[in-house]
């Protein structure tokens, strides 16, 4: 039988810096899911990568003085390397700077361009610059922007316009009669009330005031919105053309499941269907909008050194100690935190001592009393019944919140499980029954039971922590890893067990946030480092920035003292113009009509006029020094007025 298909996608990361732990949370909740599907016997797609065009991130590259394209090629490869350091299963990872995608964009625009959906127009509004997005004035939050918060500017574009209007009601329509198109439902509800209820705007959908964008083919003064370019990707990707659909397209649209960000919600629940409607697609059937992490009290920044990224936790606490934590600490409908403390807090009590505990005890005891190597006897006691009926509610838990996309809590199912197992250790002690000869069966059982529900709880976690669930098997020496070989408690009769190693090892809480204290520390240096660098490169002038300081070269032709004015001399300056020029300067203290008469000095002649002491000055000699101040001569004679470049 065929394979149901699966086509799961993450939002595209912004190529616009190293992403953080939050933007990093959405790939690995997403990989769980994929991997759970998976699991389930789905033809899973997952689809991840980079989103790479627009204002800010030409900015970004403008400032390190590089093109947009080698900047964006550097931080796709950092973003890449670390979803490929957290074990993430994509399948492919789309950069909208690949050919295929932004051709596919630019026919996608144009075709919406022909069929009436996109008109031109001009665009005047509120504009922030960070989004990339217009807002009307009821959009405003505080008049600040109202996804980020931060200011505004006016600007008016010609532009192309999306009747989004249009659609409007096709959209409502098709939201309410699939009430889990978007969830959670108070996310769903937010966007309804704020954007839909009130009626949607058209949509600017292009931009003149850069280019690092996909040119709008017909008209390349403007690039495509960066949103409509991005969105786009889901498609895209899949080979999805106009004329010719390759197979991907054809086998996996529409996605069953887009995993995002709150903030992005409105982005795909208005504009992406309705992109999709005026395409004659069909719409995506489900989309999770995640919480998101906060990182303790503060404002995550740098300045303040506490920017925590997935490559430092995963060199300090592992990789799957990061995904376990991300997973767990995030619930389904609400924010998370993220602080060093709790990840500590939450390693030693759940992997290191629940989970690394219970299959640490258990190979030991399997290794130690029988050479790790028995079967089951099936001596059996009604204490086992609770253990077995534990491990199968366990699994259809599992699998029902994994259908709900409440991953958090199918995590902490799991480790209910591992607890229940402890629990079941100490109820039945087995180095008690090791104790006594005529108990060695009934150990056997204990010791079975113990490893059987510990292959569970390896195989659930193979979407979850797959090293560890790997780790778990080599220990305990299974290959039953598939979903179906736990709905029936008690498959592998014959146990042979491999060498007892932990799996996570006790963290030693003061030394390690000793150590995190000092690299915290370290990001701050950095930052502001970065920001000296900053400073220092915005004090630099562009070559046309220079050229509009126009200097000549002037002889002085005659020089006078300023009444009442120590430090002035009144010069006339033959600029090879056809009046010499009036030009006041204050160096009085150094020269004099017998050292200055004819000598050729340097002379700034585009400043605007002003009056010293009654006199107009036309012009700025140019000199060296505080203290001893000399003009500025040549080396050489040159005519009068000569430019000098
Ligand atoms: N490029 C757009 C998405 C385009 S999708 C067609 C974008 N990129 S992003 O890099 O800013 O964010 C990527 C994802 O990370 C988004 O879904 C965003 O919501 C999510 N997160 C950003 N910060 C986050 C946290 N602090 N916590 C959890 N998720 C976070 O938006």
């Keep these: 039988m065929e394979k149901p298909k699966y086509y799961i996608t993450t939002a595209i990361a912004y190529a616009s810096r190293k992403p953080h732990i939050g933007n990093t949370y959405e790939i690995i909740l ?50 890449k390397g670390i979803w490929n350091l957290m074990d993430t299963s994509y399948d492919k990872f789309i950069r909208t700077t690949d050919d295929y995608h932004e051709e596919t964009v630019q ?88 954007f839909l209820k009130p009626g949607l705007q058209d949509l600017c959908v292009s931009r003149t005031s850069f280019n690092w964008g996909v040119p709008v083919s017909f008209d390349n003064k403007h690039v495509v919105y960066v949103w409509i370019d991005a969105l786009s990707n889901y498609i895209t990707a899949l080979g999805y053309k106009e004329d010719s659909k390759e197979n991907n397209y054809l086998k996996y649209w529409p996605a069953d ?9 409105r982005f795909h629940m208005i504009y992406w269907p309705i992109m999709l409607m005026a395409l004659g697609e069909e719409l995506p059937k489900h989309i999770y909008a995640h919480g998101w992490f906060l990182f303790g009290e503060d404002k995550m920044s740098k300045s303040k050194g506490n920017v925590i990224y997935a490559d430092y936790l995963a060199k300090k606490f592992g990789v799957d100690a990061t995904r376990f934590y991300c997973l767990s600490e995030m619930s389904f409908a609400q924010d998370g935190n993220i602080t060093y403390d709790n990840i500590i807090t939450k390693y030693n009590s759940e992997l290191a001592n629940t989970l690394g505990n219970l299959v640490n005890r258990t190979v030991a005891m399997a290794n130690k009393y029988f050479d790790g190597k028995f079967t089951n006897p099936d001596i059996t006691e009604e204490i086992d019944k ?114 007892a190693e932990p799996l996570f090892v006790r963290i030693e809480e003061e030394k390690l946030m000793e ?23 915005t004090n630099l002038i562009s070559i046309d ?10 002889k002085v032709l005659k020089v006078e003292k300023v009444e009442k004015a120590d430090k002035l001399l009144k010069l006339e300056v033959d600029l090879g113009e056809e009046n010499p020029r009036t030009i006041v300067s204050g160096i009085a203290k150094w020269y004099n009509e017998e050292n200055l008469t004819g000598k050729l000095v340097v002379v700034v002649t585009n400043l605007k006029p002003v009056k010293l002491r009654g006199i107009e000055s036309n012009g700025m000699l140019i000199a060296a020094g505080e203290e001893d101040v000399r003009l500025l001569t040549i080396d050489g004679e040159l005519q009068a007025g000569t430019e000098i470049h």
């Design 107 to 194: 026919k996608i625009f144009k075709r919406l361009y022909e069929q009436g959906d996109i008109y031109k127009g001009y665009y005047e509004g509120a504009y922030c610059t960070p989004c990339e997005s217009f807002f009307t004035e009821t959009q405003l939050v505080d008049g600040k922007c109202p996804d980020c918060g931060r200011e505004v500017t006016q600007a008016r574009e010609e532009a192309y316009f999306f009747k989004m209007s249009k659609y409007q009601d096709r959209l409502m329509k098709h939201i309410e009669d699939n009430p889990d198109f978007v969830f959670p439902e108070s996310r769903k509800k937010e966007i309804v009330n704020n």
């Design 30 to 79: 997403t990989d769980a899911i994929a991997r759970f599907k998976r699991l389930q016997g789905y033809d899973v797609y997952f689809l991840t990568g980079t989103d790479e065009h627009g204002e800010k991130i030409q900015q970004l590259a403008e400032n390190s003085k590089i093109q947009p394209k080698e900047y964006v090629d550097k931080v796709a490869d950092e973003i």
């Design 515 to 537: 150590e995190i204290k000092q690299d915290m520390e370290k990001q701050i240096e950095e930052a502001n480092k970065e920001n000296e660098v900053k400073e220092e490169k």
């Design 545 to 554: 920035e220079f050229d509009k300081v126009e200097l000549k070269l002037g």
């Design 386 to 499: 609770d253990l077995i009926n534990n491990a199968l509610s366990m699994v259809d838990n599992v699998e029902k919140y994994m259908n709900e996309i409440r991953v958090a809590d199918a995590v902490s199912e799991i480790f209910t499980f591992a607890r229940r197992c402890n629990k079941y250790i100490d109820e039945t002690m087995p180095w008690a029954l090791a104790k006594d000869e005529e108990k060695q069966d009934r150990l056997k059982t204990v010791l079975f039971n113990l490893i059987e529900s510990i292959r569970f709880i390896a195989v659930l976690l193979s979407a979850f922590m797959p090293q560890t669930s790997e780790k778990i098997f080599n220990q305990i020496n299974s290959q039953e890893k598939t979903l179906e070989s736990i709905r029936e408690f008690g498959k592998d009769i014959n146990i042979e067990v491999g060498r």
């Design 257 to 265: 499941l887009h995993v995002i960000g709150k903030d992005i919600l």
